[in-house]
């Protein structure tokens, strides 16, 4: 049976490029919210000899991923989901956010929960805002409720994220990637149970269409403190969730990579302040 990789937010950025990988031994299902950007990145594909699909869906709207499973497991064996959709601070509200990044996580990994089997990898993009959050500012004992009660947990990630006042968008965008931290340990068990793993990568200052849109909130500076002064290249983290994806990652599961160009060790040893100067 062919081995199926499917990728959220895979028309363009980190996800077509962790496609143009995955594709030489997986069939690849990928799923965005534009048509014709996803058209283009399936003949991408196509001219370098994959066998790939596409099919517009949204992450928020569980009956959307559920479709885009069901279609994942027509085509064959479902061996590898990368989730890597989302949205940064200056695309949306907090609400829409957290709805986004967080919930998008969780209705990604209830979906295909049920189609894990021996060797199934599903890969979480969270990011290096995650790890500077202040722990006394994340609500972990909200967290749950993303599972059982998402209207609530929305509401609570919402109400802290107004005490970023005029940043609460960016507020917002913390918490929701330290919310992916947190989930993806907590659910690395059930996975495990079927045989499959779950794993996050934290990327720092990448070059993709929405690192350079956040360049304009100053996120650019982080490079300062970097201990590689250059922005990320879309085919380094691709390198990384491929291999995240592969056998010889057997036994990684339940924890975060990473992927940052030396930023977080920056700010632990110069201060946040130092981006500023």
């Known amino acids: 049976m062919t081995d199926v990789a499917v990728i959220t937010g895979g028309a363009g950025g980190m996800g077509l490029a962790t496609a143009r990988l995955l594709g030489k031994d997986h069939t690849i299902l990928l799923t965005d919210v534009n048509q014709d950007r996803l058209d283009a990145a399936v003949a991408e594909l196509a001219d370098l000899g994959y066998t ?11 009956a959307s991923v559920a479709e885009v499973a069901a279609r994942a497991a027509q085509l064959g064996s479902v061996k590898t989901v990368l989730h890597t959709a989302g949205v940064s601070p200056q695309m949306g509200t907090a609400e829409f956010i957290i709805r986004i990044n967080a919930l998008g996580t969780v209705n990604v990994a209830q979906a295909f ?20 959050m202040p722990k006394l500012m994340v609500p972990k004992r909200a967290f749950p409720l993303a599972s059982t009660d998402p209207e609530r947990f929305v509401k609570k990630l919402v109400f802290r994220s107004r005490m970023g006042g005029k940043q609460a968008a960016g507020l917002a965008y913390g918490l929701s990637k330290a919310f992916v931290l947190w989930y993806t340990r ?20 990448f070059d993709t269409a929405m690192g350079r849109l956040e360049e304009k909130s100053g996120s650019g500076n982080l490079i300062k403190v970097a201990a590689l002064k250059r922005y990320g290249k879309p085919e380094e983290v691709a390198e990384l969730m491929a291999f995240l994806a ?29 981006m500023n100067r």
């Open 246 to 274: 592969s056998g010889k990652a057997g036994y990684i599961t339940g924890t975060d990579i990473l992927i940052d160009g030396g930023t977080n060790a920056g700010v632990e040893k110069y201060g946040q302040k130092a």
């Open 186 to 205: 907590n659910i690395a068990e059930a996975f495990g149970s079927k045989g499959g793993r779950v794993v996050s990568v934290s990327p720092g200052t």
């Open 52 to 62: 790939a699909e596409a099919l517009v869906g949204d992450i928020a709207k569980p």
């Open 113 to 132: 929960l049920p189609l894990v089997t021996d060797g199934f990898v599903l890969v979480n993009v969270a990011s290096i805002a995650g790890h500077f």
